[in-house]
């Protein structure tokens, strides 16, 4: 269970139809936060929002515009108040910001700067950023720490995250009134643990929790392993895989801290500190499913690191947060989404 907030606030979730959103909007809600949902659609179902109603048992408002509209973004503000603003609107898929990167920067910045200028002038400071992992780029060494200055990343998309930390940290010191939290996502995966809400790519999955559990159902004749010769433990990549609903109360963390922040703006790594390699989440998959994966090694995926993974002291010690579930727990939520859901959300 999630504890109650000190203080309930009235909280816009930019993005709260997307996977880590829905899991989110819930976790605000259990900890006592009015929600209010704006997204557009262009990445979510509309199936989720009833999944989210069901769940809660309270109605959720939603906003179906696309955010880059700043005065549509701006009208939001003038009609509703809110106390602050989480911020997962964005699009996230690493190989077509390569090759739609205008796409991406469009997106991702104007979006953000519509939610800005639209909460500075209804003084809204309170501020919750989805950042990722991928801004610690190709240098920084592992376990990665916030305090790491270098940031950069290989592709437009992480660009875009890096970007947006600039945006937000300039915007803070000409006005110390904000309070802004970046937070440095690792590997989300997992699903709610009742199976109604998680995450539904469209088209082959990029990534591997997805892709596994697509094999598992049969929609995927076979996982391909990006590459068994990187300098890990057995040779395959390893990333710092969290469970989604971690990562959400994560999220209710950084609400409940905000106004007790040290500075205006401050990032957190949420991740748990550990390194998972791809064959290890393989067998914990088939634990889950209750049956071997068939799988190739393949060549190395352009771009991929060998090894990324947080060092999550900051969020424990400031934020009073840490992950709690386990691998097999990550993956058993995962199988119970998508074997109850074989091919994701129904259509509208
Ligand atoms: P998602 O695509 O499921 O959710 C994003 C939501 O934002 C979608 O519902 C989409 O329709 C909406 N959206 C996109 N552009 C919009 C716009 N211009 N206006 C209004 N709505 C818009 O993705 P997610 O996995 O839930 O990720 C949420 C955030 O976390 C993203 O910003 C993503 O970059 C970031 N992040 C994700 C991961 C990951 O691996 N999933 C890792 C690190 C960071
Ligand atoms: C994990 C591991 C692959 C698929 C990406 C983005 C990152 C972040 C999260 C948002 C790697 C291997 C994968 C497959 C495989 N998003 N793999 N076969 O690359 O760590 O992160 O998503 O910020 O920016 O880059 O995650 O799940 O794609 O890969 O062997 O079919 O699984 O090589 O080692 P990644 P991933």
Not at 312 to 326: K, Y
Request: charged share 20%; proline share 6%; hydrophobic share 40%.
């Amino acid at each position: 269970p999630v504890p109650a907030s000190l203080s309930a606030m009235r909280v816009l979730v930019a993005g709260g139809a997307g996977y880590i959103g829905s899991h989110t909007v819930l976790a605000l809600l259990a900890a006592g936060h009015d929600v209010v949902v704006v997204d557009s659609f262009a990445n979510a179902k509309p199936a989720v929002v009833g999944r989210l109603e069901e769940l809660s048992g309270l109605p959720i408002p939603v906003h179906r515009f696309d955010l880059t509209d700043a005065e549509r973004t701006d009208a939001l503000f003038e009609a509703e108040h809110f106390d602050a603003v989480i911020h997962f609107a964005g699009l996230k898929a690493v190989g077509e910001s390569v090759a739609k990167p205008a796409l991406y920067y469009r997106n991702n910045v104007d979006s953000t700067l519509s939610l800005v200028e639209a909460m500075a002038r209804h003084d809204v400071r309170r501020f919750v950023f989805s950042s990722s992992a991928t801004v610690y780029g190709e240098k920084a060494p592992v376990p990665y720490r916030e305090d790491w200055e270098y940031l950069e990343s290989t592709n437009p998309y992480g660009q875009t995250k890096v970007m947006i930390e600039r945006i937000l940290t300039d915007v803070a010191a000409v006005n110390p009134a904000w309070r802004v939290a970046l937070l440095r996502y690792f590997n989300p995966v997992g699903a709610h643990a009742s199976g109604r809400i998680g995450e539904d790519p469209s088209g082959i999955p990029n990534n591997l929790m997805p892709f596994l559990s697509q094999v598992a159902v049969g929609r995927r004749e076979r996982l391909t392993v990006h590459g068994d010769d990187y300098p890990t433990a057995d040779g395959t990549g390893e990333r710092d895989y969290i469970h989604v609903e971690d990562l959400a109360t994560g999220h209710v963390a950084a609400l409940d801290h905000l106004d007790a922040m040290s500075t205006p703006v401050r990032a957190f790594n949420l991740g748990t500190g550990t390194g998972t390699s791809v064959l290890a989440l393989l067998r914990a998959f088939e634990r889950a499913v209750g049956r071997e994966l068939p799988y190739t090694v393949g060549p190395r995926r352009d771009g991929d690191l060998p090894a990324s993974y947080a060092d999550p002291t900051r969020a424990h010690v400031e934020l009073g947060w840490r992950a709690t579930r386990t691998i097999d727990d990550m993956c058993a939520d995962s199988w119970r989404w998508q074997s109850q859901n074989p091919t994701g959300y129904p259509e509208a």
